[in-house]
């Protein structure tokens, strides 16, 4: 399954729907307000977890794109 950041922001009930019915799991409003759950997390991102959705990190990429280009060239080749 392939979800696009931006489109998060777009649409967060729709996308997050795809995602939970893509995992065969039953929807939960609660997948909506991520950011309230209370579960501990113990992985490096732990602190983003626990953020609500931010647009900063939206299209970010670009500023690097001539350093990244042979990779998207590489990756564009493997699809």
Known sequence: MEVHYQDLFDDLQTQARRIVAHCGSPWDPACLAFQENQAPV??????????????????????????LAPVIDWLELAV
């Open 42 to 67: 113990a992985t490096a991102s732990s602190v983003q977890v626990c953020q609500p959705l931010y647009r900063t990190s939206v299209d970010r990429w670009r500023k690097l794109h001539a350093e």
